[in-house]
Nanobody, 124 residues
Framework: QVQLVESGGGLVQAGGSLRLSCAAS????????MGWFRQAPGKERDFVAA????????YYADSVKGRFTISRDNAKNTVYLQMNSLKPEDTAVYYC?????????????????WGQGTQVTVSS
């Protein structure tokens, strides 16, 4: 089993920054592919970013490319999402997710474990 706990969400003005963290426990973190998703009210859960087990490969949704950065610290069992130049349309609950194997990374069903989510609200 893997337990994921997100933190770092909050209220920020447009143009501001936030850094989300996701702490993992219960399994060898360095063997997991990690992802971030977000879900706005009334909408589907959308892919935001993913990172390979080593951190050597990263993937982003077009809507966040150039503004968000995913990273990981395997010594701390933590994955991060640095969010800059935030926009009101980035408002959502952000979820951390983990899966065992490489391959598809942008759809929720391929992930085995999920955190409880953290709210990010960007005011205009």
């Amino acid at each position: 089993q893997v337990q994921l706990v997100e933190s770092g969400g909050g209220l920020v003005q447009a143009g501001g920054s936030l850094r989300l963290s996701c702490a993992a426990s219960g399994r060898t973190f360095s063997s997991l592919v990690m992802g971030w998703f977000r879900q706005a009210p009334g909408k589907e859960r959308d892919f935001v970013a993913a990172i390979s087990w080593s951190g050597g490969s990263t993937y982003y949704a077009d809507s966040v490319k150039g503004r968000f950065t995913i990273s990981r610290d395997n010594a701390k069992n933590t994955v991060y999402l640095q969010m800059n130049s935030l926009k009101p349309e980035d408002t959502a609950v952000y979820y951390c997710a983990a899966k065992y194997y490489s391959g598809s990374y942008s759809v929720p069903p391929v992930y085995n474990y999920w955190g409880q989510g953290t709210q990010v609200t960007v005011s205009s």
